[in-house]
């Protein structure tokens, strides 16, 4: 396992059949259907301004910042979905060079910001590494992300503090399933050591704290998917919101 930390008390969950580990990811079906653009967009109860509402329908990913290069691909994909047709879909490998990732910017004055979406991981990559679910920004800089670990499939959290050291929350101890449908919702208010994060997966509230200490007092965009080379991952996501909280 790559990162060391305080662990913090899990909910439960069934444990799940966990698909086998490979040395690449494998590059799923990119297609199986045609996509409903004329679908209503998804909605949430969260306050704030929408940013995007997005179920791929439209099959395209124009209102994103899109990252890929080498065998990394992002796509809308009709492999799957939660609902609808479509779903975004992120292919990355081990092989030098892969990156695939989509960001929503923020606009600018954004307080706070709340992410919701689905997510099917198809199948886990290396075992001392993750596939994120959502990953927050200031800047160029993370500083607060959520993911499945590969070598156990428990959700975890990472807050990166002012001195540049990281900090881990353990969320959901059992393994997550792959190939299925998971609901993951944060919530954060960057502040300082004064930040907000909250967590709900799966209609569960697993972390909540308005004293997480992090280098962050501002955020910028909210990241799907993994700003590094080689983080090998084929997801699935649909039924994104992200909503902005203006100061």
């Known amino acids: 396992m790559r990162h060391l930390g305080q662990r913090i008390g899990a909910l439960g969950f069934a444990a799940a059949l966990a698909l086998p580990l490979t040395g690449s990811s494998l590059a799923l079906p990119a297609h199986a259907g045609t996509c409903e653009p004329l679908t209503s967009a998804p909605s949430d109860g969260h306050p704030g301004e929408v940013v995007v509402a997005d179920n791929f329908e439209s099959g395209t ?59 099917d991981i198809a199948q886990a990559g290396d075992p001392s590494d993750d596939v994120p679910y959502f990953r927050f920004f200031s800047g160029s800089t993370r ?11 428990q959700l975890w959290l990472r807050i990166l503090a002012p001195g540049g050291s990281f900090s881990f929350a353990r969320l959901v101890a059992p393994s997550i399933s792959l190939g299925a449908w998971h609901h993951v919702v944060v919530h954060v208010i960057p502040k300082g050591n004064a930040t907000t994060v909250q967590v709900w997966f799966d209609g569960s509230a697993v972390y909540s704290s308005a004293r997480v200490n992090t280098t962050a007092s501002s955020v910028t965009s909210v990241m799907n998917g993994a700003e590094h080379y080689q983080q090998m991952e084929d997801t699935y996501i649909d039924d994104l919101v992200v909503r902005s909280v203006m100061s």
Not at 143 to 153: E, K, L, Q
């Open 143 to 153: 500083f607060v992300d959520v993911y499945r670990h590969n070598s156990n499939g």
């Open 61 to 119: 990913l124009s209102e994103y910042s899109v990252q890929e290069s080498g065998t990394g691909t992002v796509s809308v994909s009709a492999a799957r979905a939660h609902t609808g047709v479509c779903s975004a879909y992120l292919h990355a490998t081990a092989d030098s060079g892969s990156l695939a990732n989509f960001s929503t910017p923020l606009p600018s004055g954004t307080h706070e910001v709340y992410a919701d979406g689905w997510f």
